[in-house]
C-alpha cells in the first residue's frame, strides 16, 4: 500500500506570513539556492533548508535576517 512506502511523515505549519511572497520560480531563479533540495529534486514537497538559503529566501521576501 502507498502507506507502507512513507518513511517520513511531518506535520508542519507557517509560523507567519512574509511580508512579499517568494514564488517558486524566484528560488529556482537565484544562484544562490541552486543546491537547494526544493531545487534540485522537482518531486520534492517537504525537504532540509540550510541555514544560509533560509537567510537567502529571507532576503528575498523582504524580512528581517
Keep these: 500500500s502507498m502507506m507502507d512506502k ?3 511523515v511531518f ?4 509560523v ?5 511572497t517568494v514564488p ?7 544562484p544562490a539556492l541552486a543546491e537547494m533540495d526544493l531545487v ?3 518531486r520534492l514537497s517537504v525537504g532540509k533548508v ?4 533560509w537567510t537567502e529566501i ?3 521576501a ?3 535576517v
Design 6 to 8: 512513507i518513511s517520513d
Design 24 to 30: 517558486l520560480k524566484a528560488i529556482k531563479a537565484n
Design 62 to 64: 523582504g524580512e528581517k
Design 50 to 53: 540550510r541555514p544560509e538559503e
Design 40 to 42: 534540485r529534486q522537482s
Design 11 to 14: 506535520l508542519v505549519k507557517p
Design 16 to 20: 507567519k506570513k512574509f511580508k512579499t
Design 58 to 60: 529571507l532576503r528575498m
